[in-house]
C-alpha cells in the first residue's frame, strides 16, 4: 500500500541554523513528491514538488528537496531558517500529478524556530 | 486572484445533527478534492470530482457523509447525524494542472 514516513515529529532548530525534514514514501511506481506547510488556523500552502526530471528541485521561501529513488525519500532543506518558517510541514505523494488522484500524506512534522 | 474560500470557518454541532460544509475552488480549476485532517495527523483523502461528477468516494468514513458538486463548481460535503469522531478540519482543494491549491479549511467540533 502507498505510504508517507515523516519520521519527526517535531523539530526545533535556531534561527539561521540549516534544516533537514525528513519523508520516505512507499509507492509501487514512480511518486510524484509534494511537500506543503501549514501555519496555525492555515490551509496547505505548496512549497515544491517533483515529477520527473532533476532530481533536486527548488521551491518557495528558499526551500529545497531531493528526491533519492534507491532510498525512497524526498527530504526537504533549508541553509538558513528564519522565525516565520515555524510551521507544520507535511510531505505527500500522488499519482497523475496530483490532479486525477488524491494525495497521500504524512502526519507532519512540527518546526519551532528558537532565536 | 482569488484562492479556494470554505465556509463556515468554524462550526460547532451537537451530536445527531446535520452539518453543510462549503467549498468554492478557484474558478475554472476542474478538479476538486475533500480531506479530512484529525488533529495532529496528516490530511486523508475522503472523495474527488471532476467537473460534476465524482469519481472518487472510496475514502468516505461511512454513508452519512455525502459529497456533491451539482454545477462543477461550487461543492458541498454534508454529514447527517454527527458522531464525536467527525470532530476534524475539513479541507478543500481544487487543480486544474499537477497541483492541488487547499482552502483555510472548515473545522468541526461536535460536542
Known amino acids: 500500500a502507498q505510504s508517507v514516513t515523516q519520521p519527526d515529529i517535531h523539530i526545533t532548530v535556531s534561527e539561521g541554523a540549516s534544516l533537514e525534514l525528513r519523508c520516505n514514501y512507499s509507492?509501487?511506481?514512480?511518486?510524484?513528491l509534494f511537500w506543503y506547510v501549514q501555519s496555525p488556523g492555515q490551509g496547505l500552502q505548496l512549497l515544491l514538488k517533483?515529477?520527473?526530471?532533476?532530481?533536486l528541485v527548488q521551491g518557495i521561501k528558499g526551500f529545497e528537496a531531493e528526491f533519492k529513488r534507491s532510498q525512497s525519500s524526498f527530504n526537504l532543506r533549508k541553509p538558513s531558517v528564519h522565525w516565520s518558517d515555524a510551521a507544520e510541514y507535511f510531505c505527500?505523494?500522488?499519482?497523475?500529478?496530483?490532479?486525477?488522484?488524491?494525495?497521500?500524506f504524512g502526519k507532519g512534522t512540527k518546526l519551532s524556530v528558537k532565536p | 486572484g482569488a484562492g479556494v474560500s470554505q465556509s463556515p470557518r468554524y462550526k460547532v454541532a451537537k451530536r445527531g445533527q446535520d452539518v453543510a460544509l462549503r467549498c468554492d475552488p478557484i474558478?475554472?480549476?476542474?478538479?476538486l478534492f475533500w480531506y479530512q485532517q484529525a488533529l495532529g495527523q496528516g490530511p486523508e483523502f475522503l472523495t474527488y470530482?471532476?467537473?460534476?461528477?465524482?469519481?472518487?468516494k472510496s475514502g468516505l468514513p461511512s454513508d452519512r457523509f455525502f459529497a456533491e458538486r451539482p454545477e462543477g463548481s461550487v461543492s458541498t460535503l454534508k454529514i447527517q447525524r454527527t458522531q464525536q469522531e467527525d470532530s476534524a478540519v475539513y479541507l478543500c482543494?481544487?487543480?486544474?494542472?499537477?497541483?492541488?491549491?487547499f482552502g483555510p479549511g472548515t473545522r468541526l467540533t461536535v460536542l
Open positions: 482543494a481544487s487543480s486544474r494542472g499537477d497541483t492541488q491549491y
Open positions: 509507492y509501487g511506481a514512480t511518486p510524484y
Open positions: 517533483y515529477f520527473s526530471g532533476d532530481t
Open positions: 505527500a505523494v500522488g499519482d497523475h500529478g496530483g490532479s486525477q488522484g488524491n494525495l497521500i
Open positions: 474558478s475554472g480549476h476542474v478538479s
Open positions: 470530482f471532476q467537473n460534476e461528477a465524482q469519481l472518487d
